[in-house]
């Protein structure tokens, strides 16, 4: 039988500390335990997972249900509409993977090898709009709108929304004041109804009139599946390669031999960006999950419906997992990491981000030789946000 700890007094790490650089945290979090009852900023709470012999196998575990409809306590995520909240984050097996099935042919690596011309040549004229400013911010003049344009073009949205909507998203996960979550999601809401109504009236040759196709003529999914396939796409196709982007580019800055070896060795760019998602990835947990029977996760006893909460970051920088784990090394051999998820929520959009973080690095370190920061790294500002840790901003000068 295993011998069962306490449960452990209810922790508070997610301070301003914890938003600079959650690393630490997690170190202390994992050395003390391996899960920990915890305080959310909005005042609910949570069972959050360090270590990442426990958070692997629980990425896969069937009793851990993503569906609200199983939990009786504590922090639930986004308060969604119902035609956002349908989607493939928050459902269970059996249609999970019928709608993965809907839209899957869109990202295979197939698929994702024929829009690396779109991708490299989208690169490359920001590339020359940097060269052109000077010195610029890389999140808002290249590293936001590169995934937009790959993203944008495959649901075939107008080049006017790309940027308003990368803006609702990062206010739901950054508000800047309250009510602006709310508000956000609202605008994100109504935008895709009309988008969807437009390329109802007017279907192309895109992934959005595909899955509008499967649901009017048919029939394999709701309208409110429709949508929120919609927003996820969106949003996950934006959201985490936009940040991985400036994430993997500061970084490299800051590990000089790293950048240097990168240079002169090219070919080393897959093993590269592998480690800036083991390292740097800017989504620090899973998507909650919640127990449809109680169990036990390091020997700490959950009850049924409490949220848990499975920390990637914390994962990927576990010890007793990776030799060294602080240390940034592109050749590291190990590249076994949780940063995409793992099972049956694994990033559907993963051999995307991949080449779009690849081609982007690429691109940067190639055009600009003496590509720098224009301010201390010290003063950079990081969201405050427990979900995701990425930059504001990152001055740089490219020559």
């Not at 050749?331 to 981000?353: E, F, K, P, S």
Request: glycine content about 6%; charged content about 25%.
């Amino acid at each position: 039988m295993t011998q069962q700890i306490p449960s452990p007094a209810l922790s508070q790490p997610f301070d301003q500390e914890f938003f600079n650089d959650p690393y630490p945290v997690y170190a202390r979090l994992r050395a003390a335990g391996p899960v920990h009852r915890v305080a959310l900023p909005d005042g609910s709470t949570a069972w959050l997972v360090t270590r990442e012999r426990d958070v692997r196998p629980a990425l896969t575990d069937p009793r851990l249900s993503v569906n609200k409809a199983h939990s009786t306590t504590g922090y639930q995520g986004f308060s969604l509409p119902a035609a956002l909240d349908r989607n493939l984050l928050n459902i269970d097996p059996d249609d999970h993977l019928r709608l993965r099935r809907l839209v899957s042919k869109g990202f295979t690596p197939r698929h994702v090898e024929r829009l690396r011309d779109r991708v490299a040549t989208a690169a490359e004229d920001l590339a020359d709009h940097l060269a052109a400013l000077g010195q610029a911010d890389l999140v808002s003049e290249f590293a936001n709108p590169l995934p937009l344009v790959v993203i944008g073009d495959l649901l075939d949205v107008p080049h006017a929304d790309r940027r308003p909507f990368s803006s609702w998203v990062s206010a739901m996960f950054a508000p800047q004041h309250p009510g602006h979550t709310a508000e956000s999601i609202d605008r994100i809401h109504h935008f895709l109804l009309d988008l969807i109504a437009t390329r109802r009236a007017h279907p192309g040759d895109d992934l959005l009139s595909a899955l509008i196709d499967a649901r009017d003529d048919g029939d394999r999914l709701s309208e409110d599946e429709l949508v929120s396939l919609a927003f996820l796409i969106l949003m996950a196709g934006s959201e985490n390669a936009q940040h991985l982007i400036s994430i993997g580019l500061l970084v490299l800055l800051r590990h000089p031999d790293q950048l240097e070896l990168l240079r002169s060795r090219p070919d080393l760019m897959p093993g590269a960006v592998e480690e800036v998602l083991r390292f740097a990835h800017p989504n620090q947990m899973a998507i909650r999950r919640f127990p449809t029977e109680p169990i036990e996760i390091g020997g700490v006893p959950i009850p049924c419906g409490e949220t848990v909460l499975l920390c990637l970051a914390s994962a990927n920088r576990d010890p007793d997992r990776y030799p060294e784990p602080d240390r940034f090394d592109i050749r590291r051999a190990d590249v076994a990491h949780l940063a995409l998820g793992h099972g049956l929520h694994y990033c559907l959009g993963a051999a995307l981000a991949r080449l779009e973080i690849g081609t982007a690095l690429a691109t940067l370190l190639r055009r600009f030789p003496d590509l720098r920061l224009a301010v201390p790294a010290e003063t950079l500002q990081w969201r405050a946000s427990f979900r995701s840790h990425a930059l504001r901003q990152l001055p740089v000068r490219t020559g």
